[in-house]
């Protein structure tokens, strides 16, 4: 079964895993999803992670990267 990423979707704080999936497969998902994200994505060994972080999360991501360009 195929399914377009656009039907996919993850409540915040949930994964999805995905198995036997290619280099270019997840690579063309990148590029599908584009840099600007809301979710997490981590390939190894042919698995594939999809994460939707919390939002309380994604504050403190912003905090620290603030701090930072400071």
Not at 39 to 64: D, F, G, N, V
């Amino acid at each position: 079964m195929v399914l377009s990423i656009e039907r996919l979707s993850a409540a915040p704080g949930q994964t999805l895993m995905a198995r036997d999936v290619s280099w270019a497969e997840f690579e063309s998902l990148l590029t599908a999803l584009g840099p600007r994200r809301h979710s997490r994505l981590a390939y190894y060994h042919r698995q594939l992670e999809i994460m939707a972080p919390l939002p309380e999360h994604e504050m403190a991501k912003e905090a620290i990267s603030d701090l930072i360009k400071i």
